[in-house]
């Protein structure tokens, strides 16, 4: 009996819990941000797969995510002609750039800790944006996340909690 009780009290305050320790998530979207629009999570060095967790949350939320994978990186060589009063030169820059196929991209960063839970590690502190590619790069949205020492919420969590938040937002 002892057993049933602290499993039924863990099932039940567990979600309530999870969502009261997450008030420290800010989330901000501006009402140009429209979540039936594509987003692709901009990739990076990420230990703690918060990027993966990110994409999978938007997608349980119903946002229409793209990968980064498709983004394409073209090689552009860029020819302009300097015309002074007494000669005439040309600049050449040669360079990469990175074609995203959504209209939204977001970009974050994180600082990470030791913790004894979430697989040794856990985010300490969390920053980022959505940006609009349609826009000319207008910010349509920010989020950020800090978390003290003695706390311990793992990054899928948070990832979850941020697709939620993002898609209330832009329901308002």
Request: proline content about 2%.
């Amino acid at each position: 009996m002892r057993l049933f009780a602290t499993t039924f009290l863990i099932l039940i305050l567990s979600p309530i819990y999870a969502q009261k320790d997450l008030k420290k998530l800010k989330v901000f979207v501006t009402e140009d941000f429209n979540p039936k629009a594509s987003i692709t999570v901009e990739g990076f060095y990420d230990p703690l797969m918060a990027s993966g967790a990110l994409q999978n949350g938007l997608l349980l939320n119903g946002f229409k995510v793209v990968s980064n994978r498709v983004a394409q990186e073209q090689a552009e060589i860029i020819k302009d002609a300097v015309y002074d009063e007494n000669s005439e030169s040309e600049v050449i820059t040669i360079g990469n750039k990175t074609y995203v196929k959504s209209v939204y991209v977001i970009t974050m960063s994180y600082k990470s800790r030791a913790d004894t839970g979430c697989g040794g590690s856990v985010m300490s502190v969390l920053t980022g944006q959505i940006v609009d590619l349609a826009s000319d790069g207008e910010l349509v949205g920010t989020f950020s996340f800090k978390q003290g020492g003695l706390e311990g919420k793992c990054a899928d969590r948070i990832m979850e909690s941020l697709a939620s938040k993002l898609k209330k937002g832009s329901e308002k």
